[in-house]
């Protein structure tokens, strides 16, 4: 089961489904309908998981068996480090970073890069 249905929880899912493993998806916000056409199935959040391997949903379904779980629900970013003339700002719910040329380079300065 993968948690988390953002890019790389999906190409996660994906990818492990090209190598025949069965694979879940557990996103918020889960409505039985998938993002995807159908190809990752998709499950409402995970709320417990079981001493039997068992975990348990939101919706109070109940999957047995999960052989593995990949947490991929992001990143909680913190750069204090970093003054304000670098012209990046972590936004308000830390999850991303304005400033950056494709989630990595600085736009201002463009030697430096924050990997991850």
């Known amino acids: 089961m993968v948690i988390g249905a ?3 929880g999906t190409d996660i899912a994906l990818e492990l489904m090209s190598c025949g493993v069965d694979v879940l998806l557990s996103r918020a916000n889960a409505d039985g309908s998938s993002r995807y056409g159908g190809i990752v199935p998709e499950v409402a959040p995970v709320v417990r ?3 039997d391997s ?3 949903l939101e919706n109070g379904d109940v999957i047995s ?4 779980l ?3 629900t992001g990143y909680s970013y913190n ?3 970093l003054t304000q003339e670098c012209g990046l700002r972590v936004t308000e719910d830390t999850r991303a970073i ?6 990595c380079l600085s736009a201002a300065h463009p030697t430096l890069a924050v990997i991850g």
């Open 65 to 68: 068996n999960v052989d593995e």
């Open 6 to 8: 953002g890019p790389s």
């Open 54 to 56: 068992s975990i348990v």
């Open 98 to 103: 304005n400033g950056l040329f494709m989630h």
């Open 70 to 72: 990949l947490l991929c």
């Open 79 to 81: 750069l204090p480090f």
């Open 49 to 51: 998981c079981l001493s």
